[in-house]
């Protein structure tokens, strides 16, 4: 179905701002175009990436939204505690959750990003992290506004 970043980011925000009353700014460029896309899934997403953004910072969240060449990025950001440059490539594994003290306040089950990692994976898509310690973090989702033609991906199926 085709689905609309901004609106979807709107959806989200408004569904945060039900349950507190932290600021989340939404800046979108013109010309992100609807995607195909399975819009639950990328609600889903969405939800992941800012209900960290919240837990592992203080501060504003910041959801940038842009598009080209057929692509659309997404990228949140927070101005929290970071992520050690070492630990950034383990985030994505099933139940990982860096080692910090501060961290441990925070409860999760460390599913999220790999949930996140594999709903951009069945829309084609990328996800990255970028992060400083003690300054914050971003992660950018990149997705095809179409999905490369192929044979038809299997939802539910789980990776080992
Ligand atoms: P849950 O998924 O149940 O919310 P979680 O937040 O621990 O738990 P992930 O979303 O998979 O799980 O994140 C894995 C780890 O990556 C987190 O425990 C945290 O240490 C780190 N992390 C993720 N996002 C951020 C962020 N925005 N800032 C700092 N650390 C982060």
Redesign the pocket.
């Known amino acids: 179905e085709p689905v609309n970043m901004v609106e979807v980011c709107q959806q989200v925000i408004a569904r945060f701002h039900l349950i507190n009353e932290r600021t989340i700014r939404l800046h979108a460029s013109p010309g992100a175009k609807d995607i195909e896309a399975d819009r639950n899934k990328i609600e889903q997403l969405l939800i992941?990436l800012v209900?960290?953004?919240q837990?592992?910072?203080s501060q504003v969240v910041d959801i940038f939204i842009s598009g080209k060449d057929g692509e659309v990025t997404v990228a949140v950001k927070?101005q929290?505690?970071?992520?050690p440059q070492h630990e950034i490539k383990h985030?994505f594994e099933r139940f990982?959750?860096?080692d910090?003290s501060r961290?441990r306040k925070t409860g999760?089950?460390?599913?999220?990003?790999?949930i996140a990692k594999s709903i951009v994976q069945e829309h084609d898509g990328l996800i990255w992290i970028e992060?400083e310690e003690g300054e914050g973090?971003t992660?950018s989702v990149r997705l095809p506004v179409r999905p490369a033609p192929g044979p038809a991906k299997k939802s539910g199926e789980i990776r080992c």
């Open positions: 992941i209900d960290n953004a837990k592992y910072s927070d929290g505690i970071g992520i985030v990982y959750r860096v910090n961290h999760g089950t460390g599913l999220g990003l790999p992060s973090t992660v």
